[in-house]
């Protein structure tokens, strides 16, 4: 007897399938045509890719459940074609700003339009199936569960609920069930059979025999497949999600019980009301000013892809992407549906400029409850808050801080306790900064502009969270760090700025040893990542393009010196012309790309040029008093047809046809980024409006683009620095009261110092520049107070 949880079996199928376990599993491509989802209400997420579905997410945008869901059209008599290698083929929106497509595969001998959407209510995904042409043709339907993130462990079996076919898996806690009805609401399935992927699955049936011969019950645990063989060529499908087969089947059905007509119509009419009701009536659209139709539809595609990407289960929560990079040669169980911090922020800091708060408030109030003990973020969880990489990468822990201060800015935390998230963040950023153990490529440890501008703007703007005693401390470290930007990071007279004619320029990241060894750090090699060998260049021979966040949020001018002549740099390496328009990759010697060749990246590869990267280049550009709307052009280029932007586009001038590589063009790396469509929305806005919109106000004002004279140097245990100017004073930083035992010049004069507690949980211990007019270093070392116990290590500054 049947578990109570599963269906009967159907009498038609028998036995179990042959071939166990499968091959081993990948991913569908994550070169997507569209994501889409109810507008609120059901928790399921479905992506299409080259003409079929591909992955259905649910109840979680972090879980996908299916590797693709496609089609074979086939007369039983040996003539048989599997749609998604078809090349003729349309896709459009049913209607515009509506993420259902209508995709129309057009064959010599048949036409087969699709047409796609999700159950408003349920976790239930619906496809119309409309077959025309030759009369002897019939469609089958190819579903590949990979239910709880994995294609290995499934379970298949074609069975019986309520007197319908279902096709239905499972694995763990998840469970899934196709269903398909014809125009008349009766059972659409005439055949059906479950498999192993790469033996007896439907597609190695046709391929062997050209019809459906196989018609097995069941399969699994393994990598496995359904088929099914539709009567009608007028169909519905319905693919449930739930915690068991019999739960998804039950889903499905009650989905089937309405026409699909009337269950697009809700569908279109929720995506209606969101954009009447979602955004502040004077943002709906951007500025025409000067703005293509193209331009203006991307703008549009992007809010509605930012949108996609929340989660219900966790409101604010959003992943990076709907897709898996390269996923066609990986069974990565993370791929790009994680959340990260940073990319949380950057895309809800563009709905804020859409004027939709409500869900910036829920993204930090998910920040808030994601935040751990001693005050930073993992670098990547799942929704629920579990780490799935646990790396620190400070601009990660500094990026909520200013969203909260941007909420603040516009009175619109309404209530939300954001203080007390703000002051954790910014003790972790004080005792741990400025050297990141990771950079924002979470490639590399060290100084990095990017991660130096954000965490500055953070102590900055974050300081109107705390009291006035933990500000002026957060303001003089920020005045600090600020000031001393270029000794950390900047590289003057090497080879490689003489082979380019420039004076001196902001290398990609400067080795933690700058801290205390100085300019000498930057002779070290700079490990660099995703490569065979490694290439063993030293930090001053890397150049990046994050030093214009330098300029985006305030702290140096468009055309400060030293940012020109990095400027000049950066497009010599790493700007590529593509007919698309102009795009940068992220560094020199960057591995994380397809291979010269158009093979995908595998650990190994090279680095190609980032259409996000072009909307940095386009807010430097406004900031410099220049249009940016060529670089608005150029991304809308680079986008899908249905308007998706890619993580990455192929920069080589010839095409790779057979890999589906073409010049300016996405490549297997993740699509949609969702960072990408926030970048384009800031950056239409922010030409709106004439000035970047994600630049902090008090940040500005307070350094207006110049590099400031610090009055305090700034020593921690993780920033050890060894000199200081004379004139400033010192302000030690630690976790924990102590007493300061400290001289001059080689430990004369010793005095005692106790520490002094901040509110924000610090311990301060500040002596003034009058106490150190005559000296030439500090020697210094301490007591802890709560146990007695002594540092152990002398520490000496030079004051010069």
Same mark, same amino acid.
């Given at each position: 007897?049947?578990?109570?949880?599963?269906?009967?079996?159907?009498?038609?199928?028998?036995?179990?399938?042959?071939?166990?376990?499968?091959?081993?599993?990948?991913?569908?491509?994550?070169?997507?045509?569209?994501?889409?989802?109810?507008?609120?209400?059901?928790?399921?997420?479905?992506?299409?890719?080259?003409?079929?579905?591909?992955?259905?997410?649910?109840?979680?945008?972090?879980?996908?459940?299916?590797?693709?869901?496609?089609?074979?059209?086939?007369?039983?008599?040996?003539?048989?074609?599997?749609? *998604?290698?078809?090349?003729?083929?349309?896709?459009?929106?049913?209607?515009?700003?509506?993420?259902?497509?209508? #995709?129309?595969?057009?064959?010599?001998?048949?036409?087969?339009?699709? +047409?796609?959407?999700?159950?408003?209510?349920?976790?239930?995904?619906?496809?119309?199936?409309?077959?025309?042409?030759?009369?002897?043709? +019939?469609?089958?339907?190819?579903?590949?569960?990979?239910?709880?993130?994995?294609?290995?462990?499934?379970?298949?079996?074609?069975?019986?609920?309520?007197?319908?076919?279902?096709?239905?898996?499972?694995?763990?806690?998840?469970?899934?069930?196709?269903?398909?009805?014809?125009?008349?609401?009766?059972?659409?399935?005439?055949?059906?059979?479950?498999?192993?992927?790469?033996?007896?699955?439907?597609?190695?049936?046709?391929?062997?025999?050209?019809?459906?011969?196989?018609?097995?019950?069941?399969?699994?645990?393994?990598?496995?497949?359904?088929?099914?063989?539709?009567?009608?060529?007028?169909?519905?499908?319905?693919?449930?999600?739930?915690?068991?087969?019999?739960?998804?089947?039950?889903?499905?059905?009650?989905?089937?019980?309405?026409?699909?007509?009337?269950?697009?119509?809700?569908?279109?009419?929720?995506?209606?009301?969101?954009?009447?009701?979602?955004?502040?009536?004077? +943002? *709906?659209?951007?500025?025409?000013?000067?703005?293509?139709?193209?331009? *203006?539809?991307?703008?549009?595609?992007?809010?509605?892809?930012?949108?996609?990407?929340?989660?219900?289960?966790?409101?604010?929560?959003?992943?990076?992407?709907?897709?898996?990079?390269?996923?066609?040669?990986?069974?990565?169980?993370?791929?790009?549906?994680?959340?990260?911090?940073?990319?949380?922020?950057?895309?809800?800091?563009?709905?804020?400029?859409?004027?939709?708060?409500?869900?910036?408030?829920?993204?930090?109030?998910?920040?808030?409850?994601?935040?751990?003990?001693?005050?930073?973020?993992?670098?990547?969880?799942?929704?629920?808050?579990?780490?799935?990489?646990?790396?620190?990468?400070?601009?990660?822990?500094?990026?909520?801080?200013?969203?909260?201060?941007?909420?603040?800015?516009?009175?619109?935390?309404?209530?939300?306790?954001?203080?007390?998230?703000?002051?954790?963040?910014?003790?972790?950023?004080?005792?741990?900064?400025?050297?990141?153990?990771?950079?924002?490529?979470?490639?590399?440890?060290?100084?990095?502009?990017?991660?130096?501008?954000?965490?500055?703007?953070?102590?900055?703007?974050?300081?109107?969270?705390?009291?006035?005693?933990?500000?002026?401390?957060?303001?003089?470290?920020?005045?600090?760090?600020?000031?001393? #930007?270029?000794?950390?990071?900047?590289?003057?007279?090497?080879?490689?700025?003489?082979?380019?004619?420039?004076?001196?320029?902001?290398?990609?990241?400067?080795?933690?040893?700058?801290?205390?060894?100085?300019?000498?750090?930057?002779?070290?090699?700079?490990?660099? *990542?995703?490569?065979?060998?490694?290439?063993?260049?030293?930090?001053?021979?890397?150049?990046?393009?994050?030093?214009?966040?330098?300029?985006?949020?305030?702290?140096?001018?468009?055309?400060?010196?030293?940012?020109?002549?990095?400027?000049?740099?950066?497009?010599?390496?790493?700007?590529?012309d593509t007919p698309s328009g102009p795009v940068w990759r992220r560094y020199l010697g960057d591995g994380y790309g397809e291979h010269a060749d158009g093979r995908p990246f595998d650990g190994s590869g090279i680095g190609r040029g980032w259409p996000l990267l072009t909307g940095e280049r386009g807010h430097y550009e406004l900031a410099a008093g220049r249009d940016p709307l060529p670089y608005l052009e150029a991304m809308t280029r680079m986008a899908s047809p249905l308007g998706l932007l890619p993580e990455q586009v192929w920069d080589e001038p010839q095409p790779i046809p057979e890999r589906f590589l073409f010049p300016g063009r996405p490549t297997g790396g993740a699509m949609p980024l969702a960072w990408a469509h926030a970048e384009f929305i800031k950056l239409v806005l922010s030409r709106q409006?004439?000035?970047?919109?994600?630049?902090?106000?008090?940040?500005?004002?307070?350094?207006?683009?110049?590099?400031?004279?610090?009055?305090?140097?700034?020593?921690?245990?993780?920033?050890?620095?060894?000199?200081?100017?004379?004139?400033?004073?010192?302000?030690?930083?630690?976790?924990?009261?102590?007493?300061?035992?400290?001289?001059?010049?080689?430990?004369?004069?010793v005095r005692e110092q106790d520490s002094r507690a901040l509110p924000i949980g610090l311990q301060v211990l500040e002596i003034e520049a009058a106490a150190l007019t005559h000296a030439t270093r500090i020697d210094f070392t301490w007591r802890w107070q709560d146990d007695g116990g002594w540092r152990g290590v002398d520490y000496a500054i030079d004051i010069s």
């Amino acid at each position: 007897m049947a578990p109570p949880d599963r269906p009967s079996f159907a009498a038609e199928p028998q036995g179990t399938a042959p071939g166990a376990p499968g091959i081993a599993p990948t991913w569908s491509s994550s070169d997507k045509d569209l994501v889409g989802t109810a507008a609120e209400g059901s928790r399921l997420w479905f992506t299409c890719g080259h003409g079929i579905v591909n992955e259905v997410y649910g109840p979680r945008i972090d879980i996908p459940q299916t590797r693709d869901l496609g089609f074979i059209v086939a007369d039983g008599a040996g003539f048989w074609v599997e749609v *998604k290698r078809l090349t003729d083929r349309q896709l459009h929106l049913v209607r515009p700003g509506v993420p259902a497509p209508v #995709i129309v595969h057009r064959h010599p001998r048949f036409t087969l339009q699709l +047409r796609i959407c999700s159950d408003v209510e349920r976790e239930v995904l619906l496809i119309e199936v409309v077959l025309s042409g030759d009369a002897s043709l +019939r469609p089958y339907v190819l579903l590949a569960p990979h239910l709880g993130s994995t294609g290995q462990h499934n379970r298949a079996a074609v069975a019986r609920h309520g007197g319908r076919r279902v096709l239905w898996a499972e694995q763990g806690p998840f469970g899934l069930a196709l269903l398909a009805c014809d125009a008349n609401g009766q059972d659409a399935f005439a055949q059906a059979s479950a498999g192993y992927v790469g033996y007896s699955d439907g597609w190695q049936d046709f391929a062997r025999h050209g019809a459906m011969t196989w018609a097995y019950a069941e399969a699994g645990p393994g990598n496995v497949a359904l088929t099914g063989a539709l009567r009608s060529r007028h169909a519905v499908l319905a693919l449930g999600l739930a915690s068991s087969p019999v739960a998804a089947a039950t889903l499905a059905a009650s989905a089937l019980a309405a026409p699909f007509a009337k269950r697009l119509d809700a569908y279109v009419r929720g995506w209606r009301d969101w954009r009447r009701r979602g955004l502040s009536p004077h +943002r *709906k659209a951007p500025s025409a000013a000067g703005l293509t139709s193209a331009v *203006k539809r991307e703008f549009a595609v992007s809010a509605l892809v930012l949108r996609s990407h929340l989660d219900r289960t966790y409101p604010g929560a959003a992943v990076a992407s709907l897709s898996i990079p390269w996923g066609s040669s990986s069974d990565s169980p993370g791929g790009y549906h994680l959340v990260w911090p940073r990319d949380l922020v950057e895309c809800a800091g563009a709905l804020l400029a859409l004027g939709d708060h409500h869900a910036c408030r829920n993204t930090l109030a998910y920040l808030i409850a994601t935040q751990q003990a001693d005050g930073r973020w993992y670098q990547n969880q799942w929704l629920g808050g579990r780490a799935y990489w646990a790396g620190i990468q400070l601009d990660e822990t500094a990026l909520p801080v200013l969203l909260a201060a941007s909420l603040a800015e516009r009175d619109a935390l309404h209530g939300l306790h954001a203080a007390p998230m703000a002051a954790a963040a910014l003790r972790h950023l004080a005792l741990n900064g400025p050297s990141s153990p990771q950079d924002r490529w979470e490639e590399n440890a060290g100084l990095n502009a990017f991660t130096l501008a954000t965490l500055i703007a953070a102590l900055v703007a974050g300081s109107r969270f705390v009291d006035a005693a933990s500000a002026r401390v957060l303001l003089a470290l920020a005045d600090y760090w600020n000031s001393r #930007i270029e000794d950390w990071t900047a590289a003057r007279g090497t080879p490689l700025a003489q082979r380019h004619g420039v004076a001196a320029y902001y290398t990609r990241i400067a080795p933690p040893q700058v801290l205390w060894q100085g300019p000498a750090a930057l002779q070290q090699v700079l490990p660099i *990542k995703n490569h065979r060998h490694d290439p063993g260049q030293r930090a001053d021979e890397t150049v990046g393009v994050d030093f214009l966040q330098l300029v985006r949020f305030g702290l140096r001018a468009p055309d400060d010196p030293l940012v020109r002549d990095t400027l000049v740099l950066a497009d010599a390496l790493l700007r590529r012309d593509t007919p698309s328009g102009p795009v940068w990759r992220r560094y020199l010697g960057d591995g994380y790309g397809e291979h010269a060749d158009g093979r995908p990246f595998d650990g190994s590869g090279i680095g190609r040029g980032w259409p996000l990267l072009t909307g940095e280049r386009g807010h430097y550009e406004l900031a410099a008093g220049r249009d940016p709307l060529p670089y608005l052009e150029a991304m809308t280029r680079m986008a899908s047809p249905l308007g998706l932007l890619p993580e990455q586009v192929w920069d080589e001038p010839q095409p790779i046809p057979e890999r589906f590589l073409f010049p300016g063009r996405p490549t297997g790396g993740a699509m949609p980024l969702a960072w990408a469509h926030a970048e384009f929305i800031k950056l239409v806005l922010s030409r709106q409006f004439g000035r970047v919109i994600d630049q902090p106000p008090a940040v500005a004002a307070r350094y207006q683009g110049r590099r400031p004279e610090a009055a305090l140097a700034c020593w921690s245990e993780a920033a050890p620095i060894t000199q200081i100017a004379r004139g400033q004073g010192l302000l030690l930083l630690l976790p924990r009261p102590a007493r300061l035992h400290w001289g001059r010049d080689g430990w004369q004069e010793v005095r005692e110092q106790d520490s002094r507690a901040l509110p924000i949980g610090l311990q301060v211990l500040e002596i003034e520049a009058a106490a150190l007019t005559h000296a030439t270093r500090i020697d210094f070392t301490w007591r802890w107070q709560d146990d007695g116990g002594w540092r152990g290590v002398d520490y000496a500054i030079d004051i010069s």
